[in-house]
Structures are given as structure tokens and as C-alpha cells.
């Protein structure tokens, strides 16, 4: 008698199983991912903001699920949009820091996007935003699987109006449709309604099929921004009127998911692509109680907020301790469409278990490597997210200086020495005590793994030259 009824359990959860993979396979859900630009951690309110108010986001968090140790592979704009969109460490693919304007670089043709991923499984695909991953016609996202692209090439700052541009010959600032440039912008005042609306009306015209829609905000990077309806609403100055604003554009998001009756089979991702730029002061983040922020890859810079929904197979009201980091995202689409993975090496492993559980037994990267500048590795983490090191390295911080309240910046300083340093994340989240002296295997351990990733990615600290890179693209 247990022997059968074991047998019909068997059978019934392979049906189950079986059941589920058809009905996704026939119903393959939508990708919505939502970026910010330079937002801290703290800043939003399910994140403890103390005067950032967030009602969307934070609703979005009870009906999903928030990281809390959620990571970027680089701290700066372009790197960091590289590593999201491709599953790969971006110095695999040679694309390093804020890409100029004018270089003529890119992201290589032949590296596989996940709007690439999607499109073979009929997604339709659409980018509104910042896309900074080059601007000339080569390097734009409609050469890179999506079917429309409305927004700016690179950073809203890379333009000649921006006060701090007087000397870099930077001109006007593009807007595009596609590859047509329909106008330069004066002022972005409506960019962040301007991106939603767009979004919006791809959801409605899609509904009926499946689609992926990637909405990279040039929001919160300065020059903040923000439209009258919000101006002058928050408690926190025009950061926080901008945020409110993003806030609202999730919104208008998930309320149009609801009334199309499409928002149980869509998944929605939303984080940001780097730490605060805290030189500008009140017109920068938080990313409080972690140390430093955009340019670090102390905790600051490469942690950040990240919220996933999707209804009945994301749990709601779900925190997630567990790392994980954007290079993921990739093929962790893959697997719950049933896309194929990119045909070359890529570096993110699927968290699905992670998503639908909140835990995993045992971690899904061995290690995970910060870099930065032109491929300086700068720390490893251990794969459980506990341990981090720090390679001796200079790094920029204000070293206790308080910043302006008039969206001018002022200067860091960039000789701040690092040692070889361990943090225990786990009792010592603002990275206060060095305990490399305490803990010699788990130093000798992380350095291991900091020589595998000199042998592959490279290490321009120690002169290495990888074995793994591949070129960007070039003109």
C-alpha cells in the first residue's frame, strides 16, 4: 500500500511538473525590467529611506520579493548596463567605466543581449531610456534585438548645458526614436513621463503576446530632473521628488499590468544600475548603512536595491538574504521562458529556486568579482555573500566631507588607500572592521578566486592579461 501510494505521489508531482512546463511554454511570461541610474539603497522606503515616500515600489515588494544583497558587477554607468543586459562580468566583453559620447565603441554585435534571448520565442522587444552602451548607429539597441528604442544614447549629464561641462566639448543632448534623432533636449524636465507613457502604450498594443520590456531611467543622475506634478512634493528636495516620480512610473506599470489582466503572468525586476554619486550632496542618494558609493566597489557602490514580482510564482511579502547580482538576470529569463542561452561563455547562473523559495542550500556562484576602472579588480565576495575582500587599490571618497545643496559637485579625493582588507558582511554591514588578521584561510581562500579571475578576466593591478576577454565593439 506505501509502496503505490510513493508510486502515484511520483507520478502526480511529474505530472504537476510536466503540467506547469507546457502551460509556460504555451504562456511564456513577459519581462518587464526597470533600471534607475545612480539610486542608492536606502532609497526607498522599504529599504528604510526615512523621507523618500515609495508606495508603489514598497507594495510591489509585499506582492514579491526585496534582496537585500543584491549586487552590480561594476560601479559606473555603462559596465554596469553591459553585465545586466549580456550575463557576462563586463570586462569579459571589454566594456569598461561611462562610455564618451563620442568614442567610437560599443557593445560588440556579436554579444547576445537578452532581448536577443527572446526574440527567436516571438517576445516583441522595446527599450525607453538611457542606453549608453555606445551611440553611434552600430552600437544602438535596435542592433541589439529590440524592435523599438526611444530615449537618449548615454548619460543625461554628457551635454554642453550640464554646469560642469564647460571644458569637455560636450553639444547637444539626442533624443532618439529608433536611429533617427527627433529632437535635442533643453531641459528633461518630462523624460521620466515621457519614458512611462511610452511604456505603457507598448504594454497595451502587446498584451496579447508575449513581450520584453527594458525601461533604463535616466533618473536619478544628475542633473535631477523632475516634472511639475512631483516638483517640490517630497520631503527630500528634488531627489526625492525625482524618486517619487519613478515611483509613480512603477505605478502606472503595475496598474496597467492589473487592468489588462496580465500582471499574474509577468515578471517585473526593479534595481538600479549603481550605487549614489555622493559628491553632489543633497542632489545625490543614499546608500546608507553601507560604506562609500558610485565608483567604489565598497558595499555602496555595488549594492543596491532590487524588487522582483510575479504572482503565484514569486511569493509575496518575501525578503531574499541569499547574494545575487545582475549578471543572473540572463539566464535566469532563459529558464523560465525556455530560451536558449547565449552560445558563447557567459557568466550568470539561474536563481529560479532562489526566486520561487527565498533560499538556496548551497550558493549559486563560488565567488563573485568586483571590478572597476579600465579592469582593476578591486574585491571578491565569497559565494555565500558573507566574506568580502579588498585588493590593495586607490580609491575616491570625501573623506567625511559634506556635499552642496545646488546640484554642484565637489572634488573627492582619489588617492584614498586600500589595503587588503576583510569584511564579515554578516555582523559588519558598513564594512567598519578589518578582520584580515582574524580570519588567514578565508584571506587565502578569496585570493584563490581572485587568481582565477586574473587568469580569465585579467587584472590591470597585477599586469595580468585574461585569457577569457572578448573585444567590444569598434568603428
Known sequence: ??????????????????????????????????????????????????????PYLDQMAKEGARFTNFYVSQPVCSASRASLLTGCYSNRISIHNALNPY?????????????????PLGYATAIYGKWHLGSEPDFLPTRQGFDEYFGIPFSN???????????????ELPLLENETIIDTLHEQSMITTQYTDRAVDFIRRNKDHPFFLYLPHSMPHVPLYVSDKFKGK??????????SEIDWSVGQILETLKELKIDKNTLVIFTSDNG????????????LPLREGKGTALEG????????????????????????????????????????????????????????????????????????????????????????LYLPHKYRSLNGQEGRDDGIPINYDYNT????????????????KN?????????????????????????????????????????
Not at 549629464?157 to 553639444?171: A, C, R, S
Not at 547562473?349 to 568579482?369: N, R, V
Not at 599586469?463 to 568603428?475: F, I, Y
Open 301 to 388: 557602490g555595488v549594492r543596491v536595491p532590487c524588487i522582483m514580482r510575479w504572482p503565484g510564482n514569486i511569493p509575496p511579502n518575501m525578503t531574499i538574504e541569499n547574494p545575487a547580482m545582475t549578471i543572473d538576470l540572463l539566464p535566469t529569463i532563459a529558464s523560465i521562458t525556455g530560451a536558449n542561452l547565449p552560445d558563447r561563455k557567459i557568466d550568470g547562473k539561474e536563481i529560479l529556486d532562489l526566486l520561487k523559495t527565498g533560499k538556496q542550500s548551497s550558493p549559486h556562484h563560488d565567488a563573485y568579482y568586483f571590478y572597476y576602472k579600465t579592469n582593476e579588480l578591486h574585491a571578491i565576495m565569497s559565494g555565500d555573500g558573507r566574506w568580502k
Open 234 to 243: 517630497s520631503s527630500r528636495g528634488i531627489y526625492g521628488d525625482v524618486i
Open 435 to 475: 578582520v584580515a588578521e582574524l580570519q588567514p584561510e578565508v584571506v587565502k581562500k578569496l585570493l584563490q578566486h581572485a587568481e582565477h579571475a586574473r587568469s580569465t578576466l585579467g587584472d590591470k593591478l597585477t599586469n595580468r592579461e585574461g585569457s577569457e576577454t572578448r573585444p567590444a565593439g569598434t568603428l
Open 1 to 54: 500500500m506505501q509502496k503505490a501510494l510513493f508510486f502515484f505521489l511520483l507520478t502526480f508531482l511529474y505530472s504537476c511538473s510536466h503540467s506547469s512546463e507546457q502551460e509556460l511554454s504555451a504562456n511564456p511570461p513577459n519581462i518587464i525590467i526597470v533600471f534607475t541610474d545612480d539610486q542608492g539603497y536606502q532609497d526607498l522606503g522599504c529599504y528604510g529611506s526615512p523621507d523618500i515616500a515609495t
Open 417 to 432: 588607500d586600500m589595503g587588503l582588507e576583510l569584511y564579515d558582511l554578516q555582523t559588519d554591514i558598513s564594512e567598519t
Open 103 to 119: 568614442v567610437k565603441r560599443g557593445l560588440h554585435r556579436d554579444e547576445v543581449t537578452i532581448a536577443e534571448v527572446l526574440k
Open 157 to 171: 549629464d554628457m551635454w554642453k548645458y550640464h554646469p560642469q561641462n564647460e571644458h569637455h566639448g560636450f553639444g
Open 276 to 287: 549614489p554619486w555622493l559628491s553632489y550632496g543633497t542632489h545625490s542618494g543614499s546608500a
